[in-house]
């Protein structure tokens, strides 16, 4: 089966949009911030890890001209999704697929709303590391799809770039799962400085079981069951994960976090339904601190 898309524009190509749109096999064009498509225009796109390569890619700072028949994978950060669709939104043709990578509960339906047309979910489960403008350490991982003939056609597209795909026919859980899991890892690794594997400490078990407990209660309230040994499956992946978060990345180059698309998602939904999660609210107000401090100050990591 050939994927048949003429075109690959990956808007918003930091770590994950660059690893993947680096592999694919359709012509590509990564958007993304100036230096790091600097950095790759010039030298190509370094992928270290458990890699070792350079990377030829066509890069550019705005979104180029769309072709008809293209894919477009949004990977912007959660607060960038309003102002991504917007940019997109006269650009599309009505062939054009889009998917959107990025974190949260519903980057798929806030996209949807904007551009008045279906958007499909990919779930990373990927560890990549932005190291610097122009490099990718990437750790290993999968894409998860949900059903649909759309979906086959991204399957075959990522699976053709070397990136294994998973599928699911309850794509809704796969979500919540990944909520809970970046609720724990991306705001104590910003707290900490730690990578995901360091994070795995009996010290931190206590406070990792509380975090997951309130997106489990959370998700029980919209009709979805997590496992009750989801943390103890959580741990053992953040065990063989030894990249950095999204979330220690920004705190480093003193860039907005995602916090309120997570811990702060989280305890304000419980709100809403009369409930309290008091462990996501306090390590959401603990990273809006961290955040603000280094907004004043400059980052200290800035790079």
Do not use: Y
């Not at 930091?14 to 749109?21: D, R």
């Not at 043709?93 to 949260?104: I, K, P, W």
């Not at 995901?196 to 998700?219: F, H, K, S, W, Y």
């Amino acid at each position: 089966m050939d994927h048949g898309f003429s075109q690959v524009i990956v808007l918003g190509a930091g770590a994950v949009g660059s690893l993947i749109g680096a592999r694919l096999t359709a012509p590509t064009v990564l958007v993304g911030r100036r230096e790091h498509v600097t950095a790759m225009l010039e030298h190509g796109l370094k992928i270290s890890g458990l890699e070792d390569d350079r990377v030829e890619v066509d890069a550019s700072e705005t979104c180029p001209t769309i072709e008809a028949g293209s894919l477009v994978l949004v990977a912007v950060k959660m607060g960038d999704i309003e102002q991504s669709g917007q940019i997109l939104a006269p650009l599309l043709h009505g062939d054009t697929e889009v998917a959107v990578l990025s974190n949260g509960l519903d980057p798929d339906r806030r996209l949807s709303r904007i551009l008045g047309r279906p958007v499909r979910r990919v779930i990373v489960q990927l560890g990549v590391t932005l190291e610097r403008p122009g490099e990718v350490s990437t750790w290993g991982g999968a894409l998860m799809l949900g059903p649909g003939d759309t979906e086959d056609r991204l399957a075959v597209c990522f699976e053709q770039a070397g990136f294994p795909v998973k599928r699911t026919h309850d794509l809704e859980r796969v979500i919540w799962q990944k909520l809970a899991a970046n609720c724990v890892a991306n705001p104590l690794s910003a707290l900490t400085g730690c990578c995901n594997q360091d994070l795995i400490t009996p010290e931190l078990r206590g406070l990792r079981q509380l975090i997951v407990e309130e997106v489990r209660q959370l998700a029980a309230t919209e009709g979805v069951d997590l496992s009750v040994d989801f943390l103890d499956r959580l741990d053992a992946a953040l065990l063989e994960s030894k990249n950095q978060t999204s979330m220690l990345q920004d705190i480093r180059r003193g860039r907005p976090t995602e916090i309120e698309f997570l811990n702060g998602l989280v305890a304000r939904r419980m709100v809403d339904k009369g409930l309290d999660a008091p462990v996501n609210r306090a390590l959401a107000e603990m990273v809006r601190m961290l955040s603000e401090m280094n907004a004043v100050r400059g980052a200290r990591w800035n790079e």
